[in-house]
């Protein structure tokens, strides 16, 4: 029974399916946004109850382990915030409504399934499984022409991305002749000895920096958030990546540090967070702000993989983390200040801590941990990044994360600015003051704040999961 | 020595419980009088802080595991170096509550709030033996202090916000880095072993620039100092007092802490250049202090050319030279912080900053002038104040370090004195404008004026017992120094003294040589 929290998101899956194929009038049924919290949340129990789970299923392609008990959990926690984050869309139909979480729920399911996954064409068919239902959810935004032009980009992206996933698959089967994870770490990877295998796993890696958005695959990220509803991009811009994460951090125990292609990955690494950097500087929506945001911390995430150690991986599995965390936090402040569902600019959030203080000081928690400064998650996670990665051959690479936190320091403070010193001007949007909304982002604040002065229980789960793939 | 409780934690805990009370109170009068109370406490719950011994030795040491898997440690100890700073932090705080009493007047529970969280991060920096918790307190006061300026600042206050953060947090990611780099080399982040250890000479070298380069900005040294004038001008009175008596010095007590005992080769070769730059400091900042028509500008340019003779005290690597840069952290902390009092005072009677909106004061405010009097001349080192001893000390270092240096120093004294004199004259003695309808000081007024004065007579007139305090932590500050530098530089050691001196055993062997010499046989040596 490793597979239990599988099946209980199949089962929420099946419910939604099911509520789905009723017109939802005069039915017994409550609607969907009522129930699903509470069974998201129960979700969240029973991946703690499976927390220590381990074995290997399905022919040794599906592996429950720490590494994919330490993200499923993330990931069933972070469907219950964005569940209860998008319950009260206002720019989302009533009879769409069990639609829409059914994608959800089977996207997260799809994560789920990406990170057990240690085999290539498993973790092809989960990719698509998550990215598919992304897909069909993006465009739910009303009747608004960007969120159908953001949705058609991102397929388009996404079927290019995957596409040259497979075919990089292909390169790999034909010159390592095997898809298992673990075989795979056991052949050469330089290119003296095997271009092709090279060629195709960088192809591969491809569809997951899709995921990530890192340079150069990020093109869809600042479009889709922008376009997407407010919630919907808050869902798009966090759990997806924790998918991506843990692939990469399977896949990055094939990556010695010296081999080329580790070399090209810290180099996009340190492209995508530069680029991501200085493209925000001059955003003024907050949502495409936070997506070239996403951008540089994909590039912060590849520090961590590629210093070829247990603690890299492990900072980078903990990096994911806060980087969900902290832009759970974010967009449950944004969706919530857009109470009619408008695409905020930074001059929307002018004023903010007098008319809503709770969620003003929630934003500027993100705001300051997405910057990494303590005594926040991002901090913590930034630093783990830093210490592990120092000496492995990639100093360069530190140094411009480094770099990059000053130049990035500019915008995000740019929301706290703002927020704090600026009067509302006219047509200010109504923040959501209700308890719900207040209590979410004092939650999930503290949780960034409490991580990040004491992180030291989450870590040890983290460096189990390292160990395994790197001992 | 055991109280019952743990001094340091209680001492940076006590103040974030505090400030999470304030979100219960409704009145902002109320929020003031349980501030002030607050800040009285924490100056209670640092009585212990008076049993200090006056021993090199770390004392209230406090230790646990933080974060076991990256060895980061909760350690916490005082040592002679630190201790005046954290009485400072937390005599400061009480001062800041009472002198903006009436002039902050709106959004007062968050000021409040954002003085408690500062006072928590400051004794934090004093007293953090670990890296990481040392930066961790280090960034985590910028967030307190940007929202004083962003939001109860001045005209340009977004301007100046932003600038001060971005250079100060600019200039501690390299920090950062540094202290990774530490790590990796070294195999800790604790202070404490860290100074055991003794690094290879490049590795030295970027470990220092890095570090410089974040307390230069910190203090702030010419030509990093732009930020400070801006931040000054725009930031409230309050936060004007914090940022002087204790966010700059924590610029120089990591030059102490940090450059000096863990990167002791590279301090000594880059010891020319940071004399020079300190020079250029003190010189500059006056120079510019001389044309300023702002009070406050001035006060902080004022500022830049003080901490100049701290940066230089410290780099000068003689007793009399970091017992001068001690002195002069505390004195420039009461006499500055307590001259942004006095320019706060008068704005809420004048409503202006310049000069000449706040002339004729004598006639009509001669309480306030005569304490302004007092801290003008303790700002400039007038004897019998405790500027004259800090100053007095940098140029006993200076001159036994070299007349060149010692000579360069005397414009700088004087540049002092001149700034002071012409705003002081005119101040009170000028063309009144609208001075005669103003009230002189009243009780609050005259409270937190009062106590700085007590100071700046009791360390001008007996500084003995400061000695005492500093005294052994310098000594095996200097001595450990000079050790590990010897070590690093053999044959500079043997090279014949420049100028003849012996004040202090320990610190005597070769702290003569010109800093030139020894860098010019450093670098060979350890490559």
Same mark, same amino acid.
């Given at each position: ?471 | ?243 002087? /008596?204790?966010?700059?010095?924590? &610029? @120089?007590? =990591? +030059?102490?802490?940090?450059? #000096?005992?863990? %990167?002791? !080769? ?111 001349? /303790?700002?400039?080192?007038?004897? &019998? @104040?405790? =500027? +004259?001893?800090?100053?007095? #000390?940098?140029? %006993?270092? !200076? ?129």
């Amino acid at each position: 029974m490793n597979i239990v929290p599988e099946l209980y998101q199949l089962l929420l899956v099946v419910a939604l399916f099911c509520q789905s194929l009723g017109d939802g009038k005069g039915s017994e049924t409550p609607p969907a946004e009522r129930w699903l919290p509470f069974f998201a949340a129960f979700g969240v129990f029973v991946n703690i109850a499976a927390f220590k789970a381990e074995g290997l299923l399905f022919g040794g392609v599906y592996k429950v382990d720490a590494l994919s008990q330490f993200f499923k959990l993330a990931i069933s926690a972070g469907f219950y915030v964005a569940v209860l984050n998008a319950a009260r869309q206002p720019s989302l139909e009533e009879r769409k409504r069990p639609d829409y979480f059914m994608f959800l729920a089977l996207c997260a399911w799809g994560l789920m399934l990406l990170s057990s996954a240690v085999e290539l064409i498993t973790i092809y068919i989960a990719l698509e499984l998550s990215s598919y239902s992304l897909y069909a959810v993006i465009p739910l935004r009303g009747r608004e022409k960007g969120a159908a032009e953001a949705g058609i980009k991102y397929i388009l992206f996404g079927a290019v991305a995957t596409a040259l996933a497979l075919y990089g698959f292909s390169y790999i089967l034909a010159s390592q002749n095997t898809s298992y994870i673990a075989q795979l770490a056991q052949r050469t990877w330089t290119w003296e000895a095997q271009p092709m295998a090279v060629v195709g796993l960088t192809l591969f890696m491809g569809g997951m920096f899709f995921k990530l958005a890192l340079f150069p695959f990020h093109f869809w990220c600042p479009d889709v958030y922008q376009g997407a509803s407010n919630e919907t991009a808050g869902f798009a811009a966090t759990l997806p990546k924790l998918g991506a994460a843990v692939v990469l951090v399977r896949l990055a125990a094939l990556l010695k540090p010296g081999l080329e292609i580790t070399t090209l990955i810290a180099v996009l690494g340190g492209l995508s967070m530069t680029f991501g950097n200085l493209c925000a500087l001059a955003q003024k929506d907050v949502k495409r702000l936070l997506g070239f945001s996403s951008v540089a911390h994909a590039g912060y995430m590849m520090v961590g993989l590629v210093s070829g150690t247990a603690l890299g991986l492990s900072a980078a599995a903990f990096y994911a983390l806060a980087y969900v965390a902290m832009n759970l936090l974010c967009f449950w402040v944004i969706s919530r200040v857009a109470s009619d569902g408008r695409n905020l600019q930074l001059d929307d959030l002018n004023g903010l801590y007098k008319r809503a203080p709770g969620l003003a000081f929630a934003l500027a928690v993100g705001a300051f941990a997405l910057v990494g400064l303590p005594p926040t998650m991002g901090f913590m996670g930034k630093f783990f990044l830093i210490a592990a990665a120092w000496d492995h051959g990639y100093n360069w690479l530190v140094i411009t994360l480094v770099v990059n936190s000053a130049i990035a320091i500019y915008y995000y403070l740019s929301l706290v600015r703002h927020a704090y010193t600026h009067e509302a001007g006219e047509n200010a949007p109504v923040p959501d003051t209700s308890a719900f909304s207040v209590c979410g982002a004092g939650v999930l604040a503290a949780v960034v704040l409490v991580l990040g002065m004491a992180p030291a229980r989450v870590f040890d789960y983290a460096i189990l999961a390292g160990r395994q793939l790197l001992p | 020595m055991d109280f019952g409780y743990p001094v340091l934690t209680s001492l940076i805990v006590f103040p974030l419980v505090a400030a999470a009370g304030l979100f219960l109170i409704k009145s902002p009068q109320v929020a003031r009088v349980y501030t002030m109370g607050a800040s009285i406490l924490e100056l209670i719950l640092g009585l212990p802080l008076l049993t200090f011994k006056f021993i090199p030795d770390w004392q209230f040491v406090e230790r646990a595991a933080w974060v076991p898997q990256w060895g980061l440690q909760y350690h916490l100890a005082l040592d002679g170096i630190s201790y005046l700073m954290i009485l400072l932090t937390l005599a400061v705080l009480p001062l800041c509550v009472l002198c903006s009493w009436t002039y902050i007047s709106k959004r007062v529970k968050e000021f409040h709030f954002c003085l408690l969280f500062m006072t928590s991060a400051c004794v934090g920096v004093f007293s953090a033996l670990d890296l990481v918790l040392f930066y961790v307190f280090w960034e985590a006061m910028l967030i307190p202090m940007y929202l004083l300026i962003a939001v109860w600042g001045g005209d340009q206050r977004r301007y100046a916000s932003l600038k001060f953060f971005l250079y100060t947090l600019a200039g501690s990611t390299l920090l950062l880095a540094a202290i990774v780099a530490f790590r990796v080399t070294g195999g800790t982040f604790s202070i404490p072993e860290l100074m055991q250890q003794s690094f290879s000479f490049r590795f030295q070298f970027w470990a220092f620039l890095a570090m410089a380069l974040a307390f230069a900005i910190k203090v702030p040294m010419f030509p990093f100092h732009t930020w400070l004038p801006a931040a000054h001008v725009q930031a409230p009175s309050a936060g004007s007092v914090i940022l002087a /008596a204790v966010l700059l010095k924590m &610029g @120089t007590y =990591g +030059f102490l802490r940090f450059c #000096l005992p863990l %990167t002791p !080769a590279a301090s000594e070769y880059f010891a020319p250049m940071m004399v020079a730059i300190s020079i250029a400091s003190i010189l500059y900042g006056g120079a510019v202090a001389l044309g300023q028509e702002d009070i406050k500008k001035l006060v902080a340019y004022s500022s830049v050319g003080h901490m100049g003779f701290v940066t230089l005290g410290i780099f000068l690597f003689n007793v009399r030279g970091v017992e001068g840069a001690l002195f002069q952290m505390l004195n420039h902390g009461i006499v500055t912080g307590a001259l942004f009092m006095m320019i706060g005072t008068v704005y809420e009677r004048s409503h202006s900053r310049a000069i000449s909106d706040n002339m004729g004061l004598g006639k009509y405010l001669p309480a306030f002038m005569g304490f302004w009097g007092l801290y003008a001349l /303790a700002s400039f080192g007038f004897p &019998g @104040t405790n =500027g +004259f001893v800090g100053e007095m #000390l940098v140029f %006993t270092g !200076a001159f036994q370090q070299s007349y060149v240096v010692g000579g360069l120093l005397v414009p700088g004294a004087l540049l002092g004195a001149a700034y002071m004199f012409r705003v002081s004259l005119k101040m009170a003695w000028g063309r009144p404008g609208t001075a005669k309808g103003w009230r002189d000081l009243n009780t609050r007024e005259w409270t937190y004026l009062i106590i700085p004065a007590v100071f700046v007579l009791y360390i001008g007139l007996a500084p003995k017992v400061f000695f005492d305090v500093i005294d052994p932590s310098v000594a095996k500050l200097l001595g450990d120094f000079n050790g590990r530098k010897t070590v690093q530089t053999a044959q500079a050691a043997a090279a014949p003294a420049a100028v003849a001196q012996a004040v202090v055993a320990a610190a005597a062997p070769s702290e003569a040589e010109a800093p030139a010499d020894a860098s010019a046989t450093a670098q060979p040596v350890n490559n």
